[in-house]
């Protein structure tokens, strides 16, 4: 049985629990619980958890008294254990009223190939299990997966490197930081070619993040645990004092939430120079704040990022000002779980001084002209070659590419600092700007009509003249 057939298996399980009213990211969560404690088995690594809790033990009890058990294991892990441990269970409650079901989830999960499991990765199981529930549109879970393909493209471009600070401010389930330490470790033949101290730095510190929603920080915890990696993953919010902890990092990936806060409040941030209440334009401003001296970012963000007005366009200067803007990606359109959403990529590096470190801006038109992605047509990593290579290529002048633009930042400021360019102009899209006037539109619909009076008058008065004709 391979890892996508265990993954299918464990989808399965979630049928079993809807007469319980779980919703998929419920159950996700919950299977987070039982799945820590069976890897923890299959690894060797219950020297932590107490005896009483174990694995073995839950696979004995049935009825109410599992259900007891159960809930006090949760509260058990959740307050008197430590570490990592102790953060997946803090706050831990189960959804499942039937004790039936949790045994039958506990029995399906018992009997799966673990071996096999284990060849393959017990994390790339889990992840492929968080990637099911992102697909799930009745899950919601969408808002916080980023395709795999696009998180593999913008890790490839920003080369990680053995001994840098990377970090995601908006981490989600972590997949851009594990994608990162998957790079590290690839090209360093699994960090045999890393000095011992090195070595430890990438399994203990070198990925961070923060997380807002504490479910989605239990699949980030769990995410990273088995994926070898210790690192700190907070619990809160990025946008409030706790963020001001976060900075001088090498790399920052990330793809951070839209929206504007509730109730149009501003971000709590007292360091912020620009504060808005545009979630997006504030984790903006703190990723090229946390980024050290020659520091770089690629990041995630929809289109009103280059258009909006106010302090929309002061946050835009900034940026420029502070790090070099090289390039944007314009992504297609159908990539994420809220299908309207257009969304970019913006790759910065931070400057040496604070000004004038934007000379020119390159663009990539994904959108324009591509095919409509979503189930039936997944994004693939072929669909971004001629992107990598124009992004690559040692001289970007002589790339021979349609959808690859140039903006010097005199261009750009004549254009009222807006850096929403570089679309190819598509004869099929009509655009407000191609629009008649309204005034004049009226104008022709009331000269056509009058034209259509007299033409009707006109053929009403021919035919009472046939009928004239008629009766003579």
């Known amino acids: ?77 959740g307050e008197h254990c430590q570490g990592r441990i102790r953060e997946i269970y803090e706050g831990a409650q189960t959804k499942i009223d039937e004790p039936k079901n949790l045994e039958k989830i506990i029995k399906a999960i018992n009997e ?9 990765g017990l994390g790339n199981l889990y992840e492929g299990l968080l990637e099911k529930n992102a697909n799930e549109k009745k899950s919601g879970a969408g808002q916080y997966f980023t395709p795999r393909v696009l998180i593999d493209v913008m890790v490839e471009l920003t080369k990680p ?22 790079y590290v470790r690839q090209h360093t033949d ?59 990092y090498d790399l920052v990936l990330t793809n951070p939430p839209f929206g504007t806060k509730k109730g149009g409040e501003r971000a709590t941030r007292d360091d912020f120079t620009f504060p808005t209440s545009n979630k997006q334009l504030n984790f903006l401003q ?13 990041v995630v963000l929809p289109d009103n990022v280059l258009f909006a007005d106010g302090d929309g366009e002061k946050i835009r200067v900034d940026l420029m000002d502070k790090c070099n803007l090289h390039t944007i990606l314009r992504l297609p359109t159908g990539i994420f779980y809220a299908q309207g959403v257009k969304t970019n990529v913006l790759f910065f590096t931070r400057g040496e001084e604070d000004k004038g470190n934007t000379s020119e801006v390159w663009y990539y038109d994904l959108r ?16 971004f070659t001629g992107f990598m290579a124009a992004y690559e290529a040692k001289d970007r002048e002589k ?16 254009k009222g600092n807006s850096l929403d360019l570089g679309l190819i102009r598509d004869e099929s899209v009509l655009d407000y700007k ?9 104008r022709a619909a009331a000269s056509q009509l009058e034209e259509a009076v007299d033409l009707l008058k006109q053929v009403a008065d021919e035919l009472a003249r046939c009928r004239k004709g008629e009766k003579a």
């Open 399 to 414: 790339v021979s590419d349609e959808r690859w633009h140039k903006f010097t930042r005199e261009e750009i400021a004549q």
């Open 161 to 182: 490197q053995p001994g840098e600070r990377c970090n995601d401010p908006a981490c989600g389930t972590f997949g851009f930081m594990i994608a990162a330490h998957e």
């Open 190 to 248: 699994d960090f045999f070619d890393l000095d011992q101290d090195t070595a430890n730095f990438e399994a203990g510190d070198a990925f961070t993040g923060c997380e807002l929603v504490h479910d989605t920080h239990r699949l980030a915890l769990m995410n990273a645990m088995l994926h070898d990696m210790n690192g700190k993953i907070a619990l809160g919010d990025t946008l409030s004092s706790l963020g001001k902890e976060f900075k001088n």
């Open 286 to 298: 703190h990723i090229y704040r946390s980024l050290k001296r020659g520091g770089r970012a690629a």
């Open 434 to 442: 191609d629009l008649p006037d309204p005034e004049e539109s009226a």
């Open 368 to 383: 324009t002209n591509m095919p409509s992605f979503g189930k039936t047509h997944p994004l693939a990593k072929s669909d």
């Open 112 to 120: 799966l190939d673990w071996f096999s499991a284990k060849e393959e």
């Open 1 to 77: 049985m391979n890892t996508q057939e265990i993954i299918q298996k464990l989808w399965n399980l979630c049928n079993v629990l809807r007469d319980d009213g779980i919703t998929y990211h419920e159950y996700v969560t919950e299977l987070t619980y039982i799945l820590f404690l069976k890897m923890a088995k299959e690894t060797g690594a219950e020297a932590h958890i107490p005896e009483a809790y174990r694995w073995d033990v839950l696979t004995e009890k049935s009825g109410l008294e599992l259900k007891k058990y159960y809930q006090d294991l949760l509260t058990e892990l």
